[in-house]
């Protein structure tokens, strides 16, 4: 069946390295793909998102990267704060797909 | 703007016992959803709403029902809890499909 995945379930980082953590896609009409950021005890948080006639796509010290040719989406935080640490989701929507299907997370972990 | 809320934010139940979960939000979305987010599974939705009166299955809707009578508000049920029901229930809105959509704080239900 489509799903979306994750390459690293976790990821530990020093602080002010950049970040990077990676999204698998199996569904080739998605067209909307997403990422959010979940602290511990709170409700997923909205970090950037990109549509599918997009590569690339910056926020504040966060980008997203979209390739699909190999159904591949990642996100990269810069200078990563302590505060970065979450559990990261991407989440995939569009074409045949009327909801957004999460992948499974990645717990980033920043140390000071 | 208090966004998506979510009542209760803890619940223990005995099996057998039902229950609703409330969402409210005041963005005047009209699509709203019920996840469940149990570990190592990601976020899995329950049911869904593209408007007032309007409800659809999502992924795992057995044993959930859903109403959705004002624009907004989305109540989850439970009427026979089992253990397998265990987990953080999360609701969310967003203005369209496939756009970016907010999230409550959770509701954290444990049957026993």
């Known amino acids: 069946g489509e799903s979306v995945g994750l390459h690293l379930p976790t990821l530990s980082v020093q602080e002010g390295d950049n970040s990077i953590i990676n999204c698998a896609y199996s569904?080739?009409?998605?067209?909307?793909f997403i990422w959010y950021k979940q602290e511990s005890g709170k409700g997923p948080q909205f970090i950037i998102d990109i549509r599918s006639n997009m590569d690339k796509r910056q926020g504040q010290r966060v980008t997203v990267l979209l390739n699909k040719t190999v159904k591949h989406l990642s996100l990269q935080i810069a200078a990563t704060q302590p505060g970065d640490s979450a559990v990261y989701f991407c989440?995939?929507?569009?074409?045949?797909?009327?909801?957004?299907?999460f992948g499974k997370g990645t717990l980033l972990t920043v140390n000071p | 703007n208090a966004g998506v809320t979510q009542t209760p934010k803890f619940r223990v139940l005995k099996t057998g016992q039902s229950m609703t979960l409330l969402c409210a939000q005041d963005m005047n979305h009209e699509y709203m959803y019920w996840y469940r987010q149990d570990p190592g599974m990601g976020l899995r939705l329950i049911h869904y709403?593209?408007?007032?009166?309007?409800?659809a299955k999502g992924e795992v809707p057995d044993g959930y029902n859903v109403s959705r009578l004002k624009k907004q508000n989305f109540l989850l049920g439970l009427e026979s809890a089992a253990p397998s029901q265990t987990s953080v229930y999360f609701c969310?809105?967003?203005?369209?499909?496939?756009?970016?959509?907010?999230f409550g704080q959770g509701t954290r239900l444990t049957v026993v």
């Open positions: 989440a995939e929507g569009g074409g045949s797909n009327y909801k957004l299907t």
């Open positions: 569904n080739s009409a998605s067209d909307y």
């Open positions: 969310a809105s967003s203005i369209q499909l496939n756009t970016e959509a907010f």
């Open positions: 709403s593209v408007g007032e009166g309007t409800t």
